[in-house]
């Protein structure tokens, strides 16, 4: 508690500003694209007008953070409070967790930002004890059976560091694994990433390059 509540993990999603953000970190660090599940101009990703439809990827980010507000309040957190583990690497950890935290800042959150070693911060996700976390996934071909196996239910995934266990997901993938046409694995993994930022157990922040 209180992130078994959806309401919560929404407006954590809701209250970033992916569009803006990419600006300026785009400048300052590896942090580049807004994208979903699937990188950014590869042939299955979401494009930019479907993705704006979907929470957390808004382009009217004043009417987000509302929503985000009101959905904490009627959580019964309106003052949120929790740590944010991230690897002590500068780039890109350290100005993603600090722009994460100002962007919660903006609907009443408070976060303290901690920092570790990898072996530390991969012993404490692995074993989930931690409340919210920068994760990654190193992706070295755009495959989506690749790409959505993060996102899977935990006991299919151990990946999937949220934690998060969804026989919904689990049952997309294993029939967009069976589809052979193209256009019908497109709907299935737009059907997917629609389920899975909807109760938003993780999300993508920006795709990065190295």
Do not use: C
């Amino acid at each position: 508690k209180p992130f078994d509540d959806v309401r919560v993990r929404k407006a954590l999603v809701m209250a970033i500003d992916r569009w803006g953000g990419s600006q300026g970190l785009s400048k300052i660090s590896t942090l580049r694209e807004v994208g979903g599940v699937i990188r950014p101009g590869s042939p299955y990703a979401t494009p930019e007008e479907e993705l704006v439809k979907l929470p957390g990827f808004s382009k009217d980010i004043k009417a987000a953070r509302e929503e985000a507000k009101r959905l904490l309040k009627e959580a019964g957190v309106p003052d949120l409070k929790f740590t944010l583990w991230n690897r002590n690497l500068a780039m890109p950890y350290t100005p993603a967790g600090v722009f994460l935290i100002d962007q919660w800042r903006q609907i009443g959150v408070t976060v303290e930002h901690k920092q570790s070693d990898t072996g530390a911060y991969l012993a404490a996700m692995n074993a989930g004890n931690h409340e919210v976390a920068i994760d990654f996934s190193n992706l070295f071909m755009d495959d989506s059976s690749l790409a959505l196996t993060k996102y899977l239910s935990l006991d299919r995934s151990p990946e999937n560091r949220s934690r998060s266990k969804d026989p919904e997901l689990d049952r997309l993938y294993d029939e967009h694994m069976r589809e052979r046409d193209p256009e019908k694995r497109k709907a299935l993994i737009r059907a997917f990433e629609k389920r899975l930022f909807e109760q938003a157990y993780q999300q993508p922040l920006l795709w990065w390059h190295r």
